[in-house]
């Protein structure tokens, strides 16, 4: 439960420290002294939006911690358990929130996500605001106070995850088979494209080959007689070669006795040049012995290269780049037999998409049947302890049409109430007036706060518009909540309020210069002058503060 709230810097409040109990503990105060203040700030301790201009004037930023006895709260334990947060049996919730809007969250000092702080929050406490019975205008707030009462929130957490995994996969298929057609005229292309290019088998290295061997065999005239002459300048000719030039000149420097050093350098010299003349000859007479000339093969490599070129000017890309696009092609082509796959795949998903939904839709349909009942029969018993005593009031359970697999299961929830005798039963939206929404929806709180797993429960203000007998059973019904854990209640109901189990008065504190919010835990007598002045107004008779004194003597005895 909430055993300490220390709001600083928070609006009009400078600094706040709040000790709370186990039991009803009831806020007053008159209006605008910043009862609702509080809970805004324990709001955002809870991981509610920060709006702008939070922070008290001349603060440079509002520091808002809330701490949590969680010894008996075994979800809360293991959440933070699971994240390792220590925690020891107690757990701090902190908002730091500055002048410029930037916001910091922390659990027990470590930093976390916003999103920490609403989840960990949910686990400890649960506000019901003043204008929440005008949510009962809305049919999800009908499905999620059923669902929340049956216990079955997590599995209609599964039934809406079914359907939404349901409807993605058949627009997945219906995607994939509205685009059959095209897709399969890409995949005769494709193919069509892709036996070209294995009928044409280009070799890794074959396209440098053939054009190396076409220059070659197109220059056949000029090659040869280029190969002839040289030949002959270098070893054939009659008139005088270069080997034999060489040869002559090396017989010259070898006849001289003792030659000095550059002599000796020059015949190594003319020595190397004839071993290099040599092997040119080699060369050039290996090429003309091997020179074939044919035109046959000439006409074979040109008709070869056609094919390649014209065949990479259909795809516009380069000769080279063709086994590139072969490569492209075979993986579109296996993409495209894989999609065909897929839509089989796709198909038995829906399948068992469907029965899993099915399955968890129908859990959950006989989890609100059973709980409709039950609900419908212990609200109607409350509105009529609350001022409707001819009040009717039914939980309908419709089914959706067939076919659809819907997000929120089987059927449509709606509450029906016919507030007077002889009327028929009608939607919540249509029959009930404002005072008689406040008390649907209270009754319908306190019915559901009962199985609550909550430990702490927050009414603000939900008592407006109602007065008089009807405000007594609203503060006994309170009461009864606060028996069975912790309940806070902010009323400006004398008859509410004389009903707590602890008394918290709210009022603003002025100094020359300032004004800020104030709480003080009231004894029991300032509790009976508080209940007077909540009766009376400013002046306090005797008379007026008799009655508040049976008041609170009567409500606390109960």
Not at 40 to 45: H, K, N, Q, S, Y
Not at 198 to 210: F, K, R, S, W
Not at 323 to 331: K, T
Not at 471 to 476: D, R
């Amino acid at each position: 439960m909430l055993v300490h709230l220390s709001v600083h810097n928070y609006a009009i409040v400078e600094h706040l420290d709040l000790e709370l109990e186990h039991g009803m503990s009831v806020i007053t105060g008159e209006t605008g002294a910043g009862k609702s203040i509080m809970l805004d700030a324990l709001g955002l301790a809870l991981g509610d939006r920060a709006e702008p201009g939070v922070v008290r004037p001349g603060a440079d930023k509002a520091d808002i911690l809330a701490t949590f006895d969680i010894s008996q709260i075994g979800e809360a334990r293991d959440w933070l358990d699971e994240r390792d947060l220590a925690h020891e049996g107690q757990c701090i919730m902190r908002r730091v929130v500055t002048a410029e809007g930037r916001s910091r969250a922390y659990i027990n000092s470590t930093p976390c996500p916003l999103g920490d702080l609403k989840a960990l929050g949910e686990l400890l406490i649960d506000i019901h605001s003043q204008h929440e019975h005008q949510s009962l205008l809305k049919p999800d707030t009908h499905r999620r106070l059923l669902d929340e009462y049956a216990g079955a929130t997590d599995l209609a957490r599964q039934v809406q995850l079914a359907a939404q995994r349901w409807r993605q996969a058949r627009q997945e298929l219906e995607r994939l088979s509205s685009a059959g057609d095209e897709l399969r005229a890409r995949q005769q292309l494709l193919s069509y494209q892709l036996e070209e290019l294995d009928n044409l088998a280009l070799g890794e290295h074959e396209l440098q080959a053939l054009e190396e061997e076409h220059q070659n065999l197109a220059n056949a005239e000029t090659l040869f007689a280029t190969g002839r002459q040289v030949l002959d300048q270098c070893s054939d000719s009659d008139a005088g070669n270069i080997l034999s030039a060489l040869h002559n000149c090396l017989n010259r420097l070898g006849s001289v006795n003792n030659p000095p050093k550059a002599l000796q350098e020059a015949a190594n010299l003319l020595r190397s040049a004839h071993i290099q003349v040599e092997e040119a000859v080699g060369e050039l007479n290996r090429f003309i012995d091997h020179f074939d000339a044919d035109p046959a093969r000439l006409q074979t490599i040109e008709e070869r290269l056609d094919t390649v070129y014209t065949l990479a000017r259909k795809h516009r890309v380069q000769p080279h780049e063709l086994a590139a696009l072969h490569q492209r092609l075979f993986e579109e082509v296996e993409g495209l037999n894989a999609s065909d796959e897929n839509l089989g795949q796709l198909a038995e998903e829906i399948a068992a998409y469907a029965r899993h939904y099915q399955e968890k839709a129908t859990e959950l349909s006989a989890l609100r049947h059973q709980a409709a009942g039950h609900l419908a029969e212990a609200v109607a018993t409350e509105i009529h302890r609350l001022g409707m005593p001819g009040g009717r009031f039914e939980i309908a359970l419709r089914p959706f049409p067939a076919g659809e697999l819907h997000p929120h299961g089987l059927e449509q929830v709606e509450l029906l109430v016919s507030a007077n005798p002889g009327q028929p039963l009608k939607s919540i939206a249509k029959v009930a007036s404002g005072g008689e929404l406040s008390r649907i929806s209270l009754a319908i709180q306190v019915i559901t706060a009962q199985t609550s797993r909550t430990p702490t429960l927050v009414f603000d203000e939900v008592d407006v518009g109602i007065g008089g007998p009807t405000a007594e059973i609203v503060g006994q019904l309170l009461r009864r909540l606060g028996e069975r854990g912790q309940v806070l209640i902010v009323t400006h109901l004398p008859q509410v309020a004389s009903q707590g189990h602890h008394h918290l008065f709210v009022h603003k504190a002025r100094s020359d210069d300032a004004t800020h919010t104030a709480v003080k835990a009231l004894s029991k007598a300032e509790r009976v002058e508080e209940i007077a002045r909540m009766l009376g107004g400013i002046d306090l008779t005797r008379e007026s503060l008799a009655h508040a004194k049976k008041m609170v003597t009567q409500g606390t005895a109960r």
